[in-house]
């Protein structure tokens, strides 16, 4: 098994569970045809089988998972592009976690490619997500990537009202007013999935468990500045 397929097949290997199946394209026995094959051969032939059952039966996460561990064996431009269209496919599923993980990917095949100022955006696209729901692995392959494009990263535990993005912050105090996520999502033009990631992010930001605690840490902002000038 060649190094590049031995890295793809460790890391998406869970795909399986709910994706295509990830299953050799001979018994471990060693049917003739793997036998003659090269590794590197094999490993795309086994992707690129995957990715037809993916496109025949699956769902757009299975076919950006399919489609994200093609783009990672190819490399080069042709990578480059089979990783673009991994993202659109997963931006479209509720595989939130997977498309951190295909954002890292295209993050760094682009930083290869000389595309910085592109690869930056996808890098921090990943590390919000990859953040907001845990992933530390993917958070900081992410930080690392970013990292080697010359960019800063910011502080891995930023905490407080005033770590809050205007987004987190637009969020978090609709739902201290008592809106729900889909009237949220609704007012703001976002999806509810979206919502929900960035909740989880204030929630981690602020230390606190529920939208309940939301308004009695958020406060009134215009009090605050009226203690400290007072």
Known sequence: MSPAHSRTSARHGAAAATGPPWTPT???????????????????????????????????GSIGQAQTVAGVLAGGSA???????????????????????????????????????????????????AAAGGLE??????????????????????????????????IAERAAAGASNPEIAQALFVTTKTVEMHLSRVYRKLDIGSRGQLAGVLGDPGKDQGRMTG
Not at 140 to 158: P, S, Y
Request: charged content about 35%.
């Open 26 to 60: 001979s018994p471990a026995g060693c049917g003739s045809r793997a036998c003659s094959t090269p590794p590197a051969t094999a490993a795309q032939d086994e992707v690129d089988a995957a990715l037809e059952y993916a496109r025949e039966f699956g769902t757009p």
């Open 79 to 129: 990578g480059i592009e089979a990783l673009r269209e991994a993202v659109e496919r997963l931006e479209r599923s509720p595989a939130r976690w997977e498309l951190a993980r295909s954002l890292v990917d295209l993050g760094g095949a682009l930083r290869r490619d000389g595309q910085r100022v592109e690869a930056r955006e996808a890098l921090r696209r990943a590390l919000d997500i």
């Open 137 to 170: 692995a993917t958070a900081e392959r992410a930080r690392e990537e970013l990292r080697l494009t010359g960019a800063r990263v910011r502080r891995d535990h930023a905490t407080g009202v005033d770590s809050l993005t205007p987004s987190e912050r637009r």
